[in-house]
């Protein structure tokens, strides 16, 4: 099973809160990362999108994170456990593919 606990099914609305903004987090930091790149690399011009896109997806992962804290204390996940799926919203793609792993995980467990 490695480093992530099944969620034990305790409260199915905070885990699926938690999905719902991985998935936000993830697409947006995903977004935002395709812009950095055209702006600093190709030096593509980029509008009022982009410092948008970086406020958003800010406050995204600070709901996120809420969201971690919440099902971590519903499913009593280990801190190293919630430490781990919260840094895994900093890196684009990685928040959605613990997700998935976890819910994988969940489904296994019968929960």
């Known amino acids: 099973m490695g480093f992530l606990q099944a969620p034990r099914g305790r409260d199915r609305v905070a885990y699926g809160m938690y999905r719902v903004m991985a998935y936000v ?3 947006a930091l995903a977004v935002m990362t395709v812009g950095l790149i055209a702006k600093y690399v190709f030096g ?3 509008g009022g999108w982009y410092a948008a896109g970086w406020v958003f997806h ?3 992962y600070v709901i996120y994170l809420a969201m ?3 099902v971590t204390i519903r499913e009593r996940w280990p801190l190293n456990q919630m430490l781990l799926v919260g ?3 900093t890196i684009p793609a990685l928040g959605v593919i613990v997700e998935r792993r976890l819910t994988a995980t969940r ?3 019968g929960a």
């Open 25 to 27: 987090t993830g697409v």
């Open 68 to 70: 971690v804290v919440r």
């Open 44 to 46: 593509v011009a980029v």
């Open 58 to 60: 800010g406050y995204a």
């Open 87 to 89: 840094l895994a919203g």
């Open 107 to 109: 489904s296994r467990a």
